[in-house]
């Protein structure tokens, strides 16, 4: 397994090692005692897994109060995964990174304080992840998958997004307060 870092502090390029024989391929996807040896030492509490079309769009999400931070990977299709810092007092706030996610190509580490989205490059996708908190409706929070501030390259012109997704307000216009509970697990 390698870590690598990226371009927004804590965000990690994990790539996991792949084992291959005439029978097919194997790799790990957690162990909790290699994670915490490479700087990931969080506690899973909740694994979810979504189905998507190609040209779905999901995002940009996160979670406050009960931030998450979470491990993600692809089990089918391919993915452009896109991750934003979200925390006010960061020097990457409402900087972005995103990376091509496939079954083979390693996962990604997003920490609490950053909201998260993809989209479904080759599909249908099913995209796993981990996550260091539980799912809470009453805490949902979204940033406007296209916010033109941010200028997010999705490599998808006219993608798939639900309503709420396509109604969520853009960063600026989230309260700074809402977005520091998130901040305050850092």
């Known amino acids: 397994m390698t870590v690598e870092e990226t371009a927004l502090p804590g965000v990690l390029h994990i790539q996991t090692d792949v084992y291959e024989d005439e029978r097919g391929a194997f790799m790990e996807t957690f162990h909790a005692e290699r994670y915490a040896e490479a700087g990931i030492d969080a506690t899973?509490?909740?694994d979810n897994v979504s189905?998507?079309?190609?040209?779905?769009l999901?995002?940009?999400h996160l979670q406050n109060p009960h931030p998450q931070g979470k491990l993600v990977y692809v089990l089918q299709g391919t993915v452009y995964d896109v991750v934003v810092d979200v925390r006010p007092s960061s020097n990457t706030f409402g900087e972005w990174m995103g990376t091509t996610l496939d079954a083979w190509s390693g996962?990604?580490?997003?920490?609490?304080g950053f909201a998260h989205?993809?989209?479904v490059t080759e599909g249908p996708a099913l995209f796993a992840y981990k996550c260091t908190d539980v799912y809470d409706p009453n805490a949902e929070l979204s940033v406007l998958w296209n916010d033109p501030d941010l200028d997010i390259e999705w490599p998808?012109?006219?993608?798939i997004v639900s309503g709420k997704d396509a109604a969520a307000p853009r960063l600026r216009d989230i309260d700074p307060d809402r977005l520091m509970l998130a901040e305050s697990v850092q």
Request: no cysteine; hydrophobic share 35%; aromatic share 12%.
């Open 44 to 46: 899973f509490v909740q």
């Open 107 to 112: 996962q990604l580490y997003v920490p609490e």
């Open 117 to 119: 989205g993809f989209v």
């Open 58 to 60: 999901r995002g940009l």
């Open 156 to 159: 998808v012109d006219t993608p």
């Open 51 to 56: 189905r998507s079309e190609e040209g779905v």
